[in-house]
């Protein structure tokens, strides 16, 4: 059982009121809260170990090197990967991805296939985009049905001998669909399609296993898992990170450089140029340590259940539209009310002391299958408590009722 009191303590924003209301944060698929201890070890970092990492003999780069190399392990551990040669440090998911649009892609050819969902975030449409635009690649859509799930029932047809990868997120930004991956995963495999999964809504709120879901690559970020911002992660099969080319050039990826050739380093360095944001990435290890600490599977249960109260409560509320009503769902819900502009509502929510996300959410082509501009999206963390969403709930219905 989650102690939300001790919880909510170790946030001190949680503390600020917004017009003269106490906060009430509904926007951690946008980006989570930091805890005490993830601050705590940002400070020690930078006031008792700051040393570039890898580069030095003395005691201070030791430290900092070993506090980046265990926070490695702590991830790779996190999602069950076979080894830290596997666990690749990047800026963010959206990094992480363009890494394999970049590296990956490099050996794809005019005519080759890529297969995306329409669910997708634009940071797992754009990098393919790009590459299109190298390669003359083709891009095909897995659409969705009428409760925001994927067609799982075409998917398969949509294979050719031309298709190279499948990339696709885990849970849906927009709608909270907890897309069925594992088994997408097995029909490209029996295709000898490999798979890219982006984890960003996921890896929060889910135990995630990558040797489980046999997943080729899987990307997330340290800012929506109670971690600071700036700090990455690609998860990648060896067998597929040895075959790439280095995303960029520079220090530590090096093996040997003269101007005649420049030789590369092992696996995870070969992807990691130049200096790390090693405060960072040492803080997100204790990120994860403090949601092991709670318990993965405990924050999903709370975060279900809030799910299930707001969406009850919102129903109740006249022309209120829910996007996404798929079967298996993660803490996130959209919606509208009547023709009460998502901006609107959300504006006004806020001078009531609610932090919500308003607009398309970086899912403009999913925007448009769904016939809609934007959307009041409210997300769940593992601070938030049932009498926020009672408070939540209300306030949707009293801004309602002022148009």
């Not at 946030?11 to 600020?16: C, F, G, N, T």
């Not at 800026?91 to 296939?113: P, Q």
């Not at 409760?147 to 998917?155: A, P, Q």
Request: charged letters at 20%; one cysteine or more; aromatic letters at 8%.
């Amino acid at each position: 059982m989650i102690d939300l009191k001790e919880i909510r303590a170790e946030y001190p924003i949680l503390d600020r009121k917004i017009y003269d209301r106490p906060l009430v944060y509904l926007d951690s698929a946008a980006t989570s809260q930091t805890p005490r201890c993830v601050l705590d070890s940002i400070n020690d970092m930078y006031t008792t170990k700051k040393a570039n990492v890898h580069r030095g003999v003395h005691t201070l780069s030791q430290e900092a090197t070993e506090m980046q190399e265990i926070a490695r392990e702590k991830v790779r551990a996190f999602i069950n990967a076979a080894s830290t040669q596997e666990i690749i440090f990047t800026r963010g998911t959206t990094e992480s991805i363009n890494l394999v649009a970049s590296s990956f892609g490099d050996k794809l050819c005019n005519g080759d296939e890529i297969i995306l969902t329409v669910m997708e975030h634009h940071s797992n449409i754009v990098p393919w985009q790009l590459l299109q635009k190298r390669k003359r690649i083709n891009i095909r859509v897995v659409p969705m049905n009428d409760k925001g799930e994927l067609r799982t029932d075409i998917f398969e047809d949509m294979f050719t001998d031309n298709t190279r990868l499948v990339a696709m997120c885990h849970v849906s930004n927009v709608l909270g669909t907890v897309n069925p991956v594992k088994e997408m995963i097995a029909i490209a495999h029996r295709h000898g399609v490999p798979v890219l999964v982006d984890g960003a809504q996921s890896t929060p709120h889910l135990r995630i296993d990558v040797q489980d879901l046999d997943a080729d690559f899987y990307a997330f970020s340290a800012h929506k898992m109670y971690g600071p911002t700036g700090v990455g992660v690609l998860y990648g099969k060896k067998k597929w990170l040895d075959s790439m080319t280095p995303y960029q050039g520079g220090g530590e990826m090096i093996g040997h450089v003269s101007f005649e050739k420049t030789t590369f380093a092992e696996l995870p360095f070969k992807f990691e140029a130049g200096t790390p944001d090693f405060v960072g990435i040492a803080a997100f290890g204790e990120a994860i340590d403090y949601m092991e600490r709670i318990g993965v599977e405990q924050i999903e249960a709370h975060e279900h259940a809030l799910l299930q109260q707001a969406t009850e409560g919102l129903m109740k509320i006249p022309e209120m539209r829910i996007f996404g009503n798929a079967a298996h769902k993660s803490g996130v819900i959209s919606f509208l009310v009547g023709n009460i502009h998502h901006y609107d509502m959300g504006m006004l929510l806020d001078k009531l002391g609610i932090a919500v996300r308003t607009g398309h959410h970086c899912a403009q082509p999913l925007m448009t299958s769904l016939g809609i501009e934007g959307t009041v999206r409210a997300s769940f963390g593992v601070y938030n408590t049932p009498e926020e969403v009672d408070t939540f709930v209300a306030a949707v219905a009293r801004v309602a009722k002022m148009f």
